[in-house]
């Protein structure tokens, strides 16, 4: 299948800065990827939607002005925490969906770990 | 609001037994449902997936049953190892959006 890559794999900062997760479309083209975030034994929630050359599709509570995403290719969208908190630890996981398909077939990242001291 | 329901949060197998996991919707707009594995510190893998007009999808061990009248489908683990211990999401897609369960984890004892 396809392949997703996330970088970092974890990262620890110091409360009040800001850190960027990189997902990339290894061998396809995303026009539109799909951002989630994970709490411990919880399921997947759905934080926004980054499109290609347009503004990000973010869910209902998820502040835009803290989760920044960029989606400046057809293979990378960022996300950057900005100012980031203790309340912002947690597992974030990007994801594409499969070529000429309506985005059901998601192909996942392994994740980001972020833990804010 | 659209959901998903999981059941059992957690699951002990024997090696060699059957596992399964129960899922149950409401909204009947959904049109695939697909099954992600998820081992521990890393992102959700695509394990078998099934539409609507299928009542039964087999991959290898790992079977999905589906009943559209009673709006639930369930994975079955046949011959279950300690490999495939992990947590287990079900979801279901409409529009653009998957919507996943709560997760189910499980444990597959030598």
């Known amino acids: 299948g396809a392949v997703v890559s996330q970088h970092p794999s974890w990262v620890i900062c110091k409360s009040g800065t800001s850190v960027k997760i990189e997902c990339r479309s290894l061998d396809f083209q995303a026009t539109t990827m799909f951002w989630y975030r994970q709490f411990p034994k919880q399921s997947l929630m759905l934080m926004a939607t980054s499109n290609e050359g347009s503004k990000a599709t973010y869910e209902q509570g998820v502040e835009k002005d803290k989760f920044l995403i960029n989606h400046a290719s057809l293979t990378l969208s960022t996300l950057t925490v900005t100012s980031a908190h203790p309340e912002d630890s947690s597992f974030y996981i990007c994801?594409?969906?499969?070529?000429?398909?309506?985005?059901?077939?998601?192909?996942f990242g392994s994740g980001t770990q972020l833990s804010v001291l | 609001q659209q959901q998903v329901k999981q059941s059992p949060q957690s699951l002990i197998v024997q090696k060699g037994g059957i596992s399964i996991i129960n899922c149950a919707y409401e909204?009947?707009?959904?049109?695939?449902f697909p099954w992600y594995q998820q081992f521990p510190g890393k992102g959700p893998a695509l394990l078998i997936a099934?539409?609507?007009?299928?009542s039964e999808k087999k991959e290898g061990r790992f079977t999905i049953s589906f009943n559209k009248s009673a709006k639930q489908f369930s994975l079955h683990i046949m011959d279950s190892q300690p490999g495939d211990s992990a947590t287990y999401f079900c979801?279901?897609?409409?529009?653009?959006?998957?919507?996943f369960g709560e997760g189910t984890q499980l444990t597959v004892n030598p």
């Open positions: 099934i539409r609507p007009d299928v």
């Open positions: 979801a279901a897609f409409q529009g653009s959006r998957l919507t």
């Open positions: 909204n009947t707009a959904f049109d695939y």
């Open positions: 994801s594409a969906p499969e070529p000429q398909t309506s985005n059901e077939k998601l192909f």
